[in-house]
């Protein structure tokens, strides 16, 4: 039989005689209060984006392990799509390769996408693999490449020259956006008990590989499986306003005009797109949290408050 710990924390006065302990009592409270949560969701699919902001420290990615698992044991479905966007460049740096980010997408020539696909679906997939495995879960890494999942096309930008006014294309090299998405893979993993983890690199129908912001990835992938929340765990509280203070909900009428005031910039611009493509596809809504915060993800599921910036369609 498994041990039992004593019911008293020398931390806290006792309780009154037969009644539980308040800390115990509250554990309970939190349990209940995630209920509804728990029979609202159950056989929902979360796709959960995990980013390279927020792959910390060890701590950090047992924890996010920990709650995927305890999301698959309690009966929701969680996807895991990773990032990895500051590893990617300290390997590059490394190695001595220079690389430049346009509206937070990084321009990739051949050499970047090689080392791209190396980090990601090498070390950083294997690693989430491996928590996962060791929080009791069964996970399965994959990129876009595998059965076909996602296939790429080469994505271009455009910009307004501010003097002369004239557009120009500024190519980004091999990156893509996923074109289609094949989600039987996911499909079989899901029914079979296993957490798929993904990394966001796939190949192109002229046999490229092509990298991908994670964030896209993550949508197109939501948007595929008819997810209940895409979930994009990042290095910030979550979407700050003009004003600077924290949004508590966004629409996604509102964030062209976020973007063009430049409140919103960076690695953010890619994040927004895909919350709003993604609820235009049918998502019912994303949410924008701190990855580095404990247990995050278990606070912003199973809790009346939530965290972070609650993205829906206005
Ligand atoms: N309005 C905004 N609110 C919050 N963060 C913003 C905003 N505009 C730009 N950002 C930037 O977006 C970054 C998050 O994107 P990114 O660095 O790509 O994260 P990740 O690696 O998790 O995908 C934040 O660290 C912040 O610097
Ligand atoms: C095209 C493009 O920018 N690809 C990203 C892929 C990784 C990523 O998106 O990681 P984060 O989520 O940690 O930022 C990159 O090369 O950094």
Redesign the pocket.
Known sequence: MESRMSQTDPATPPAAAGAPHPAMLAKAETLTEALPYIQKYAGRVFVV?F???AMVDAARSREFAQDVVLLKTVGIHPVVV?????Q??EMLARLGVESE?VD???V?DAE?ARI?EMV?GGAINKEIVRWIGAAGGRAVGLSGKDAGLVTARKLTRTRRDPDSAIERTID?GF?GEPETVDARVLDVMIRDGIIPVIA?IAAGTDGQTY?????SMAGAIAGALSAARLMLL?DVAGVRGADGELMAELGTGDVKRLREQGVISG?MI?KLETCVDAIAKGLDAAVILDGRVPHGLLLEFFTRTGAGTLIKSS
């Open positions: 984006k980013g390279g902001h990773h990032g990895g966007g500051p990617i460049g980010f937070g997408l990084r990739t970047t791209a990601l980004l990156v966001p990298n991908i912001n994670a964030d990042t690695g890619p």
